[in-house]
């Protein structure tokens, strides 16, 4: 049940960050610059990959609340019971939280099918609450009263700046691969300015829960279980910054050489990806209080 409870939340975490950092990209952050695009047969293909990473939030979140009622029935028979799946959303705090999550999940993936006929910004909402309310289901939970609070808001900052960037990385290497009239160049150079804002929150409250979690600045044992993935995660993410760097030179050099650009952002992508992977073995393990 474990490994299976870890293979559905790195499915729902990566469905949900993409959902909202491709529709926050395209809708707020370059919505002028991406009119062409926009515009052109390319939107048809990312729209198409927003409904089907919709379906699989929905689907993923529907298993993660199955996986947890045979957890805590410790059988897999409980898994499809009504009666054991009701106690659970009915008589704990991660089931009162998911009634909400399953139905905001069901909401996304419905205006999913109908995006170009819907205002820009209604898609953005819904996909921002769907990953909002990852947080309370974190170890945020394992405190309660304005601690609790503070660390569930702490945890939406983070997720905020991972869903981000890793969504922001997405589009930019559709972006590099479709044929579109947008000026890379420029869309290059402001995303690598807003990353420095972005890298800065994702830091800042990384820090914020580790040390509320582990009751230091790094977990004891400092390389075994929770502090050994938590390392992991970290080298992860420094490999992310130094492809970031080179990005950002790239981006500003006389010539834009699209092919080696194209190959460090999908690399730079499959850094995420194996973070996001860390990030859902990590949500599985005590952190070890001191």
């Known amino acids: 049940m474990h490994d299976a409870l870890i293979a559905c939340r790195f499915l729902h975490f990566g469905a ?4 909202f950092g491709i529709v926050f990209f395209r809708s707020v952050l370059f919505a002028t610059p991406l009119r062409a695009f926009e515009a052109g047969p390319a939107r048809r293909t990312v729209d198409t990959a927003l409904t089907w990473l919709a379906a699989l939030a929905l689907i993923s979140a529907v298993a993660w609340l199955m996986i947890t009622a045979a957890s805590l029935a410790d059988g897999w028979g409980e898994a499809i019971d009504p009666q054991t799946l009701a106690l659970v959303l009915g008589n704990t705090f991660f089931g009162h939280v998911w009634i909400v999550h399953l139905a905001l999940g069901a909401l996304a993936f419905g205006i999913s099918l109908r995006a170009r006929t819907l205002p820009p910004m209604l898609p953005a909402l819904i996909n921002a609450l769907l990953l909002l309310t990852l947080a309370p289901v974190g170890h945020g939970a394992m405190f309660d009263g304005v601690r609790g609070l503070l660390l569930i808001v702490n945890q939406m900052l983070h ?12 589009m930019l290497a559709l972006l590099l691969s479709a044929r ?74 006389a010539e834009l050489r699209l092919p080696r650009l194209r190959a460090s952002v999908v690399l730079e992508c499959l850094f995420g990806a194996a973070a996001l992977g860390a990030v859902s073995l990590l949500g599985t393990l005590p952190p070890m209080l001191a």
């Open 16 to 19: 949900v960050v993409l959902l």
């Open 159 to 170: 997720l905020i700046g991972v869903a981000t960037w890793l969504g922001g990385l997405a």
């Open 180 to 253: 579109c009239e947008v000026d890379m160049s420029a869309i290059l150079r402001r995303f690598s300015g807003i990353g420095y804002v972005l890298v800065a929150l994702i830091i800042v409250t990384g820090l914020i829960n580790v040390r509320a979690l582990s009751g230091a600045l790094w977990p004891e044992p400092a390389f075994s279980g929770f502090g050994l993935v938590l390392a992991v995660k970290t080298a992860l993410v420094l490999c992310m910054l130094a492809l970031a760097g080179l990005n950002r030179q790239l981006s500003r050099a």
